[in-house]
């Protein structure tokens, strides 16, 4: 009878297991799923850690208890192992070349998104890091503010060429983005699709020789409230009751799920214009307002190498809001490029995202 029972409970457990590989996999390849399809199954993507994690448990589970089961465990990380890549890339550090270009990326929450900053302090703090990181290439997302003189005459004296545009200007919200380069500008294009208040635009650089195309991103928001990234923290943190926890986790997926169909349609439409534009040297970077198992990562990242599922460490967290731990912000590169070492500044907390980076060097296709 006892052997019977042990022999069911390792059954049961080892089901478990199984069970966990195959959402582990659905939630792992969910960037497949359309959106326009399948709204709710398109959030899929956001569950991958917790099921990498749970998967983790399991393997010291058989190893206590029934060593011949860790396989399951085992072929489950294998079959998983390519969204494991990209979520949770392992690199060493490698040697910048001289010649390479630094870019970085950052949604600066125009410059007055953390409330323990006033006046222009926000814009100082995120001043100073961008001095400090000295990059080659800033593309900034929420490039906006009341005071533009004031701005545009700071950063000249290490940018000489700055330029912004701005997706809306109303009494209540602005919205925009820019970018200060070291690099001659030689003309702009807004990659077009429906939007209230985000974009993507593409500048065009003079590099030495070559023009370099630069896609900067702000895609759909999540138009989660406050009170819903709240209530989200607390259904994570197993704190919601469980007579509101249905409807709440209905409501927020609801939400989440439209936000990625207005995402979708963005993202396609920056991915037409990168095919269209093949022949230049392209950096595609950006608030992508989603993470790296995600539709429109996965359909912007189409044919670019993305910098740091190549190069980068570890989880990668851009969005420092308590609850959503991902990584909504990306670098890309065209085959022109080779890049090195791709990181986030988290030191900085000026802003609810932190900075990305990486150097790229331009290598001439035969």
């Not at 029972?5 to 390849?29: D, E, P, R, S």
């Not at 850690?49 to 749970?54: N, R």
């Not at 998967?55 to 206590?64: G, K, P, R, S, V």
């Amino acid at each position: 009878m006892i052997k019977q029972l042990k022999t069911l409970t390792i059954n049961i457990f080892a089901g478990a297991n199984v069970a966990t590989v195959l959402l582990m996999l659905a939630a792992g390849y969910s960037d497949r799923i359309s959106p326009a399809s399948y709204p709710l199954l398109s959030n899929l993507g956001m569950t991958f850690p917790i099921f990498l994690m749970v998967n983790l448990l399991f393997i010291f589970f058989w190893l206590t208890f029934k060593w011949r089961k860790v396989w399951i465990p085992v072929v489950g990380y294998l079959l998983a192992y390519p969204p494991i890549a990209l979520y949770l890339p392992i690199h060493s550090a490698q040697d910048v070349p001289e010649d390479a270009i630094k870019v970085l990326s950052y949604n600066v929450c125009s410059y007055t998104g953390v409330d323990k900053y006033k006046d222009n302090e926000g814009f100082d703090v995120i001043y100073d890091c961008l001095a400090r990181q000295d990059a080659d290439i800033v593309c900034l997302q929420e490039d906006v503010d009341t005071w533009r003189r004031y701005v545009f005459h700071r950063y000249q004296k290490f940018y000489p060429y700055n330029d912004t545009i701005f997706f809306i200007t109303e009494a209540t919200h602005m919205n925009g983005m820019g970018i200060h380069s070291r690099y001659p500008i030689i003309r702009r294009e807004r990659i077009p699709y429906e939007s209230r208040a985000n974009g993507s635009v593409a500048w065009y650089l003079q590099v030495g020789k070559d023009t370099v195309l630069v896609i900067n991103n702000h895609l759909e928001t999540t138009h989660l409230s406050s009170e819903d990234r709240s209530h989200y923290e607390e259904m994570i943190k197993g704190k919601m009751r469980r007579d509101t926890l249905k409807e709440e986790s209905k409501l927020i997926l609801s939400k989440l799920g439209q936000s990625n169909v207005i995402r979708a349609e963005g993202a396609e439409a920056v991915h037409w214009y990168i095919e269209q534009h093949r022949q230049y040297p392209m950096i595609v970077c950006g608030d992508f307002n989603d993470n790296p198992i995600s539709y429109s990562r996965r359909v912007i990242s189409k044919g670019l190498t993305d910098c740091f599922a190549e190069t980068g460490r570890g989880l990668g967290l851009s969005y420092n809001r308590k609850g959503f731990y991902f990584r909504i912000d990306h670098i890309l590169c065209s085959d022109h490029f080779m890049p090195y070492n791709c990181q986030i500044d988290d030191k900085i907390d000026a802003s609810d995202h932190y900075p990305i980076f990486c150097w790229l060097k331009l290598v001439h296709k035969p």
